[in-house]
């Protein structure tokens, strides 16, 4: 057993085996983007031929583990191993086109396997998911502002519904529709309720229309459609975009940079490791 270890162990940290199942990948991630435009048998057998090669260093990689729980503590391991086993599921075991499509989206993920082709791309995935921790507190730091914007802006800035309005009412409000339509034409009051409210602030912090916005809220205001004077109105857009643009999203980058250099320093602090252990 411990020969069969040696052999598996010599083949999966082989570089140029490791150099071969990155061209590999590469091949896949190609076909895969050929299968959007033809559905070819022998582009099938060639993906069918990759599935086993992929097979085939998983299971060189699992003989060569210390352990069972060596190989799952890996990340990478179990993200592979994953990919490979819905590679194996048969599209005729389900009947629904639905679930079927699901599947070949599932399997339109292996090429994300090129993100452990590289020393550096796996050493910013790893950056990425020890950011989560901090994003998630990020992110809900992000979303009580959304939520406290999107109820004043719904509170100040929702136009009347036009089925209800009638005479003057109803002609400013047509009126307003002419010079001040919403962008898209097609789209619904930005406050018209909680739900856009807080779809209209995430655009305004992509920097889409923000502005538009305002001026077709002063507008609104002018006409007597809504509640809220020009300060009020340019106030609220002002300060939520730069709020949102300028510190929200810099706390996200920050604490990016931050484990970054974690990260940086714990894989010096492991080439250190294995360099005395070498030496020893």
């Not at 914007?149 to 009126?175: C, H, N, W």
Request: one cysteine or more.
């Amino acid at each position: 057993m411990s020969k069969i270890r040696e052999i598996a162990s010599f083949i999966a940290l082989n570089t140029g085996f490791e150099l071969f199942i990155t061209v590999i990948i590469i091949l896949n991630s190609v076909l895969i983007g050929i299968e959007t435009y033809t559905d070819n048998l022998t582009i099938k057998m060639i993906q069918q031929g990759i599935l086993y090669i992929f097979t085939f260093e998983i299971l060189m990689r699992f003989i060569a583990a210390k352990s069972i729980k060596d190989f799952f503590c890996d990340g990478w391991n179990v993200f592979d191993l994953t990919l490979v086993l819905i590679g194996y599921i048969p599209e005729t075991l389900f009947a629904s086109a639905s679930m079927m499509t699901a599947l070949r989206v599932l399997r339109v993920f292996r090429i994300l396997r090129l993100l452990r082709a590289n020393k550096e791309i796996k050493l910013i995935v790893t950056v990425l998911v020890k950011s989560m921790t901090s994003m998630f507190y990020n992110l809900i730091l992000f979303l009580i502002f959304v939520y406290l914007y999107a109820i004043a802006g719904v509170s100040m800035f929702r136009l009347p519904d036009p089925t209800t309005l009638e005479g003057e009412q109803l002609a400013k409000y047509e009126k307003l529709m002419e010079v001040a339509p919403n962008a898209p034409t097609n789209s619904p009051d930005p406050f018209g309720d909680l739900g856009e409210a807080i779809f209209t602030l995430f655009r305004e912090l992509t920097g889409e229309d923000w502005t538009d916005l305002r001026y077709n809220h002063i507008t609104a205001s002018e006409y007597g459609l809504i509640n809220a004077n020009s300060t009020v109105i340019t106030t609220y857009h002002v300060s939520w975009f730069c709020l949102a643009a300028f510190l929200l999203l810099n706390l996200v980058t920050g604490a990016v940079i931050n484990n970054y250099q974690i990260a940086i320093d714990e894989e010096d602090e492991k080439e250190k490791d294995k360099s005395d252990s070498s030496k020893e």
